[in-house]
């Protein structure tokens, strides 16, 4: 067999089944070999940018990697912004780009480029393999690498000879992923003794903390000690609704997340990163960390970071019998939704139809943004499921990690909140998801404007911005029609102008199976 | 003043009024300057890409460079395909990408990520402004070192803080761009002396040798010497048509550059890169030169190309009165159209539409790839006009190159001929046509395959591609609908079956000013 058989053969042994591609011709005997191992399912995206969200959304929701295959170097720096933002998801990825024979690169032929420079900047682990007798182990190691703890994107970059030269020792035997270590017992130590001390406590949760585990022991430990809970602001996968622990989110904006923190005298960070403000604003600190705040890091992502949390709630009896809502656990969200809004469309009965309809299990993907602001109010009581958010401020995120999402959990309904000015990076993802019969629901959230950086635009301390500014961030002139743009992509479309329409089509798409967009003119 | 404005004084007051931009919440200072430097012209773009690729276009027809404005590292992943094309066509552009303000760099907040390693990889200059009080003489370096010779990318990052604090200074002088040497004298009695031999020579011209003060110097010498002209395989802009000099391309196939060399004892290079395969492919040579032939650099791209081509004229007394068609000048292509098309649409009879329609003075941008092939030889005698192709090889620059070739040259037809596969890369440049109202008219090459990979497949010896590899390089289930895309962008669209509907469309198109598409399903 060949080095891309041999790649690929040993990318299945090792759990990777799924390969999220744009191929070109360096990567011609990758896509060959696929007919050869059908085990590997090809998911051809239309831009690159599709194939790198795809494979951190089908992370995100199946727990392990998808691979990816671009080409090149032009091709990866297409996928870069949905790496960056799988990268800060903490998403195992193993993200395989082709590149020239290793022999012809020293002649600059025009798609020439730096690729080890380009995959440094998101990588975790990289590797350009030196030939089709090592490719096999490369790619066994890059799997390993990619589940890290914690979970990042793994590059295997892979010039075209290692694919077509003869691999004599054929695939390799997979890697075991590194063991999740516990976190110190001094780290727990030191976090009850702050969660003791009677001052005012909060824990701050990321990363696996916000699947049911980490949840259930957080909540254990606010219920007996009263700290108050937050999530990191752009959690990879929050579980969330009827029968689960509630969590706030801290805010995006800076000054409503001072205020989530203000009195704050011990921080317990478990799974996330002390907070700092997404952007700098002139006169505003970067830091969100209170003056006088202790900060007790009880576990990192490199961490099991629920048996943290478990071992702090044995230190501190929280267990049972605690103070909480009896030993059959703690207090958990009462099933409740909004009712099914009617007139005019905003941002308020948006969140109220999505509230009303959302089905139980359902992964949303919410690159929904300023126009979303309520949804996720509303949704608070709804069925159990998850969250799944834009984590490294990269936007185009939201279809693609749709898309891989569905492809990871095809008995799940995906519903896509998406902003349209987002929309427009990675649109190309609804043809992958007509093309594979994905059972997703994008509900373009259609502002016609920038909205966000309208309201950066004051907070950063511009002055009032006027005609020629404001015209740069105005999506109207020509207004976008993402019925057309749907349709032009083979995935059925309705545009909703009131609450009354947005239930109809809202309701219609969630019901019937595969793709649909629903665009809500707001 | 504040940096933001410092920056945009000193692009003006440099030659640079345009800037191609998709700016975040780090840039708003400088979205807000526009009102107070409304000599620059921002230009919105929905994705990077365009912005990038529309840099180039613009570049290569106004002959200097524009700015960008990208958001962060992500942003400027998003545009490193097209900087990357821009990179390979010289094209001058000042590449503004904006940064976290610098104190807040060290939060590692969720944008953060390395842009200097991003930048490097297509820039010929890099820097991070320091401060407001340099970043004007920072511009107006970065706008000089655009300029080259020969033309780059300069990138200049442009920290938040930079953009807000007080600039004292205010706007900088410009800089001026390095003179362009002159070609060695031995470099030229090398090439004379290889010309005069009397073997079988050909001229392989590139870069700024490919307009016509170069083209007709090279035909003179062509004409003097028997020597053949090539032009390099996918030049930044090429003046062709009725009345012009003619000169035939290098194949981007090996196997027919093969060809065209084959027997040529001295090959003399002007302004290009000694002939390399595109792509490796089994058991074939990278290198184009054959054996035994002598390769003779008369002038690179860092030195006035048609200079030297004149020096070599007069070093071989071919300057007048030569063997060509007289003291008037070199032969030059007769005028001449194909008749309209009817009947089937195929790749010849949209070549012949072409051809009978293209007008004087035409900026024709093509990444029309595999059905695009006979369109060369179909529009060779029409009347005078340019012609952009893809020069990195990384596919989706069409349309945005199109979009800035436009904002250039508002005064002349753009056509953009672009194949499917490459057009869903950077489709989002039809809106940016539609809101600047730009005179381009597109025609998409629906083969609804990635065609040239699947010739590709078969020319790199992989076996003949079974359906599941064969599936990844198909374009059809579901079928792209470009008369819906376009219309949901905002440009008017129809669709073409026959020939002379082809006709019909294009002609009203090519006739109406504002941007339209046309989708030929071939």
Same mark, same amino acid.
């Given at each position: 067999?060949?080095? &891309?058989?041999?790649?690929?053969?040993?990318?299945?042994?090792?759990?990777?089944?799924?390969?999220?591609?744009?191929?070109?011709?360096?990567?011609?005997?990758?896509?060959?070999? *696929?007919?050869?191992?059908?085990?590997?399912?090809?998911?051809?995206?239309?831009?690159?940018?599709?194939?790198?969200?795809?494979?951190?959304?089908?992370?995100?929701?199946?727990?392990?990697?998808?691979?990816?295959?671009?080409?090149?170097?032009?091709?990866?720096?297409?996928?870069?912004?949905?790496?960056?933002?799988?990268?800060?998801?903490?998403?195992?990825?193993?993200?395989?780009?082709?590149?020239?024979?290793?022999?012809?690169?020293?002649?600059?032929?025009?798609?020439?480029?730096?690729?080890?420079? #380009?995959?440094?900047?998101?990588?975790?682990? *990289?590797?350009?393999?030196?030939?089709?007798?090592?490719?096999?182990?490369?790619?066994?190691?890059?799997?390993?690498?990619?589940?890290?703890?914690?979970?990042?994107?793994?590059?295997?970059?892979?010039?075209?000879?290692?694919?077509?030269?003869?691999?004599?020792?054929?695939?390799?035997?997979?890697?075991?992923?590194?063991?999740?270590?516990?976190?110190?017992?001094?780290?727990?130590?030191?976090?009850?003794?702050?969660?003791?001390?009677?001052?005012?406590?909060?824990?701050?949760?990321?990363?696996?903390?916000?699947?049911?585990?980490?949840?259930?022991?957080?909540?254990?430990?606010?219920?007996?000690?009263?700290?108050?809970?937050?999530?990191?602001?752009?959690?990879?996968?929050?579980?969330?609704?009827?029968?689960?622990?509630?969590?706030?989110?801290?805010?995006?904006?800076?000054?409503?997340?001072?205020?989530?923190?203000?009195?704050?005298?011990?921080?317990?960070?478990?799974?996330?990163?002390?907070?700092?403000?997404?952007?700098?604003?002139?006169?505003?600190?970067?830091?969100?960390?209170?003056?006088?705040?202790?900060?007790?890091?009880?576990?990192?992502?490199?961490?099991?970071?629920?048996?943290?949390?478990?071992?702090?709630?044995? &230190?501190?009896?929280?267990?049972?019998?605690?103070?909480?809502?009896?030993?059959?656990?703690?207090?958990?969200?009462?099933?409740?939704?909004?009712?099914?809004?009617?007139?005019?469309?905003?941002?308020?009965?948006?969140?109220?139809?999505?509230?009303?309809?959302?089905?139980?299990?359902?992964?949303?993907?919410?690159?929904?943004?300023?126009?979303?602001?309520?949804?996720?109010?509303?949704?608070?009581?709804?069925?159990?499921?998850?969250?799944?958010?834009?984590?490294?401020?990269?936007?185009?995120?939201?279809?693609?990690?749709?898309?891989?999402?569905?492809? &990871?959990?095809?008995?799940?309904?995906?519903?896509?909140?998406?902003?349209?000015?987002?929309?427009?990076?990675?649109?190309?993802?609804?043809?992958?998801?007509?093309?594979?019969?994905?059972?997703?629901?994008?509900?373009?959230?259609?502002?016609?404007?920038?909205?966000?950086?309208?309201?950066? *635009?004051?907070?950063?301390?511009?002055?009032?911005?006027?005609?020629?500014?404001?015209?740069? *961030?105005?999506?109207?002139?020509?207004?976008?029609?993402?019925?057309?743009?749907?349709?032009?992509?083979?995935?059925?479309?309705?545009?909703?102008?009131?609450?009354?329409?947005?239930?109809?089509?809202?309701?219609?798409?969630?019901?019937?199976?595969?793709?649909? #967009?629903?665009?809500?003119?707001?």
């Amino acid at each position: 067999m060949n080095g &891309a058989q041999a790649l690929l053969d040993t990318l299945v042994a090792s759990g990777v089944d799924v390969c999220f591609a744009n191929p070109g011709t360096s990567e011609m005997h990758f896509v060959a070999a *696929l007919d050869r191992v059908p085990a590997m399912r090809g998911v051809l995206a239309l831009f690159e940018g599709v194939a790198t969200g795809a494979a951190d959304g089908y992370a995100r929701v199946a727990g392990r990697p998808a691979a990816t295959l671009l080409h090149l170097g032009p091709g990866l720096g297409n996928g870069l912004a949905n790496l960056h933002n799988a990268r800060r998801a903490h998403s195992p990825v193993v993200n395989v780009v082709g590149d020239h024979a290793t022999y012809h690169k020293r002649y600059d032929a025009p798609l020439e480029s730096d690729i080890e420079g #380009l995959a440094r900047t998101v990588s975790g682990w *990289l590797r350009t393999s030196a030939g089709a007798g090592q490719v096999a182990a490369d790619a066994a190691e890059a799997v390993a690498a990619a589940f890290g703890p914690p979970g990042q994107v793994a590059t295997l970059v892979l010039p075209a000879d290692v694919s077509w030269s003869e691999a004599p020792g054929g695939a390799a035997r997979p890697v075991r992923p590194a063991a999740v270590p516990v976190a110190a017992p001094a780290a727990v130590e030191e976090a009850a003794k702050a969660l003791r001390s009677g001052q005012p406590a909060a824990i701050l949760l990321g990363g696996t903390a916000l699947r049911d585990r980490g949840l259930v022991a957080a909540a254990r430990l606010s219920e007996a000690t009263g700290a108050k809970l937050l999530a990191e602001t752009f959690p990879a996968n929050l579980a969330r609704g009827a029968g689960r622990p509630a969590v706030e989110r801290l805010a995006y904006l800076a000054e409503m997340a001072v205020a989530q923190l203000d009195g704050v005298r011990h921080l317990v960070v478990a799974g996330a990163k002390p907070p700092v403000s997404f952007f700098a604003y002139p006169g505003m600190a970067s830091d969100l960390v209170p003056d006088g705040c202790d900060v007790h890091i009880l576990a990192d992502l490199g961490q099991d970071v629920p048996a943290a949390l478990e071992a702090l709630v044995d &230190a501190l009896g929280a267990s049972a019998g605690g103070t909480g809502a009896g030993s059959a656990g703690p207090t958990v969200v009462p099933a409740s939704r909004p009712g099914r809004p009617a007139g005019a469309l905003d941002a308020q009965t948006l969140a109220a139809a999505v509230g009303a309809l959302l089905p139980e299990g359902a992964v949303v993907v919410d690159e929904g943004n300023t126009s979303g602001l309520f949804v996720a109010g509303a949704t608070a009581g709804c069925p159990p499921h998850d969250w799944l958010t834009l984590t490294g401020g990269a936007i185009g995120q939201g279809l693609p990690v749709a898309t891989g999402a569905a492809v &990871a959990a095809p008995d799940r309904k995906v519903l896509c909140l998406e902003a349209d000015g987002s929309a427009m990076y990675t649109l190309q993802a609804l043809w992958t998801q007509a093309r594979e019969g994905l059972d997703v629901t994008t509900l373009v959230l259609s502002n016609r404007s920038y909205a966000i950086l309208n309201m950066e *635009l004051s907070r950063v301390g511009a002055e009032a911005g006027g005609p020629l500014s404001r015209r740069m *961030l105005d999506l109207s002139g020509p207004d976008l029609d993402f019925v057309a743009l749907a349709t032009g992509l083979g995935v059925p479309a309705a545009r909703a102008t009131t609450a009354d329409e947005l239930v109809t089509h809202l309701e219609r798409s969630l019901a019937e199976p595969g793709p649909a #967009l629903v665009e809500a003119v707001l």
